[in-house]
């Protein structure tokens, strides 16, 4: 008998690892997941569709009665569920993105300028129709030295009908509000070009290659498979909602719909799908709809590589890890998997002021550690240098829990901030303590005292004022400011 433990043992070694190999590649277990739902709704889509009768005409009941027991557990009104369930937006948005964090100019841009375009080709009977077909599609019917290059642009901002451009539009919407900006303006507006003219390229090239024939395409879903491109490297753990009616045909007439959360991966993972499906099916012959497949692929394709030359990756670990850490620590999460990941945030870039302030409050939360202590005073300094009204925020924060300052030339300069603002008592507060301590600078110490004193007179502390007067004029002399101190000591 010969028995042979070496293998047994290393599967289950092998098995044992992989938990512990996730556990490590985070990213790795997140696309795994990503790739498994893709797989699963692919393969679940024609039940769904076989039963989607029965399931329109049953599901608004249960959705109520699941909206009835889940207030009746949560003990809230039914009507503060349904709103965190339901949504009138009838087409799919990306979920959580703030209003603060800028205007997507190029994205609106583009959406007015192809609307623009559309409506006065339509409109305007003096415009030779003809000639534009025949010489800005990609490629021209009748190519030539001139038309041939720029036809890769203007094809692009050419649609058939109404239903063409505001399907694009939509879509342009959706993920270039979101993209542009994280990446800026400038880049964003050169990836969508570049997309858009390697989609058309790609298109041409497949269907010379595959079918012998010349393709004319036009519309800007080319460049705006680009952008999906980019969303899914940038944006790739965001969430997306996606809509789906739930009063059947009385949609139509109230149209709410049902909040159905996805990754948005998974989202543009079914689209690039479908796509690959239906450019196959023009190839073999099994699909004859003029839809642009492959222009929508080339697109894509493109979208991912420049997001991978242009370092978007990196950054969008970067900003998933923040944000589940930030999560954790407005959720009252004071370890584990959000401080692994503020931690893992600080590793790529050591003043990420988010980072900083989400670990300053989780060692923070219960008392005052000299950790957190270090982690406020690293995210005040890092907040200062790009935004001094969240970083005079940070630090009444910090100064209310610690009752301490940070350095005293960026404290004397949160201190100008806050008084600005009108809250001159805390602006006041700080100059006292860095003119009450033996380790403020000469020079810091004494602007402190004589912005404190001013302040306290403007507050009507009129006593406390002359103090600090008198303060100013024992402990700086030689100061150019002393007669008009003097003055004010008499006046008192």
Not at 62 to 76: Q, S
Not at 192 to 198: K, R, S, V
Not at 431 to 448: H, Q
């Amino acid at each position: 008998m010969f028995y042979k433990p070496l293998a047994g043992a290393g599967a289950i070694k092998a098995l044992g690892t992989i938990p512990d190999y996730f556990r490590k590649h985070q990213e790795q277990a997140f696309l795994l997941k990503v790739f498994l739902l893709i797989f699963a709704i692919l393969m679940l889509k024609g039940y769904i569709d076989a039963f989607m009768g029965v399931i329109m005409l049953v599901f608004p009941v249960l959705f109520l009665l699941y909206i009835r027991l889940k207030a009746i557990a949560a003990n809230e009104s039914a009507t503060s569920i349904l709103k965190q369930h339901i949504t009138f937006m009838p087409f799919f948005y990306t979920e959580g993105e703030r209003k603060k964090e800028g205007v997507a100019v190029v994205t609106y841009t583009l959406i007015a300028l192809n609307a623009a375009i559309f409506y006065m080709l339509q409109l305007n009977p003096l415009l030779d129709q003809e000639f534009i077909y025949r010489n800005f599609l990609f490629l021209p019917p009748e190519p030539n030295f001139w038309n041939a290059p720029i036809s890769a642009v203007t094809s692009l901002f050419l649609h058939s009908d109404d239903g063409h451009l505001w399907a694009n539009m939509i879509f342009l919407w959706v993920v270039g509000t979101v993209v542009e900006k994280r990446m800026g303006w400038e880049r964003f507006l050169t990836a969508y070009l570049i997309a858009g003219i390697f989609s058309g390229i790609v298109a041409a090239s497949v269907h010379f290659i595959f079918l012998g024939e010349v393709s004319h395409g036009l519309g800007a879903s080319g460049a705006i498979s680009g952008v999906m491109g980019l969303f899914a490297v940038r944006c790739y753990f965001k969430s997306m909602v996606f809509p789906l009616p739930i009063l059947g045909i009385f949609s139509l007439i109230l149209p709410v719909s049902l909040k159905i959360r996805l990754n948005s991966l998974v989202i543009i993972g079914i689209f690039f799908y479908l796509d690959l499906s239906g450019g196959i099916g023009q190839i073999t012959g099994t699909d004859m709809s003029n839809i642009g497949y492959w222009a929508h692929i080339g697109g894509m394709l493109a979208g991912i590589c420049i997001a991978g030359f242009t370092g978007l990756g990196v950054q969008a670990v970067e900003e998933r890890h923040l944000d589940i850490g930030v999560k954790a620590a407005e959720e009252g999460m004071t370890s584990g998997e959000g401080e692994e990941s503020l931690k893992l945030v600080l590793q790529k870039n050591a003043s990420n002021a988010g980072a900083l302030l989400g670990l300053a409050r989780m060692k923070s939360r219960f008392s005052s550690t000299e950790e957190g202590r270090d982690y406020y005073e690293r995210a005040i300094k890092a907040l200062a240098a790009s935004n001094p009204q969240e970083a005079a925020t940070v630090f009444k924060e910090f100064y209310s829990k610690y009752l301490s300052g940070v350095e005293p030339v960026l404290q004397l300069r949160l201190s100008g901030v806050l008084y600005k603002r009108g809250e001159l008592d805390i602006a006041a507060r700080s100059l006292e303590m860095l003119s009450d301590s033996s380790d403020t600078p000469s020079d810091i110490r004494e602007r402190a005292m004589y912005q404190c004193a001013s302040i306290l007179e403007e507050m009507g502390l009129d006593e406390a004022a002359a103090s600090y007067y008198g303060r100013y004029v024992e402990s700086f002399p030689d100061s150019p400011a002393l007669p008009r101190i003097k003055a004010k000591l008499k006046t008192a």
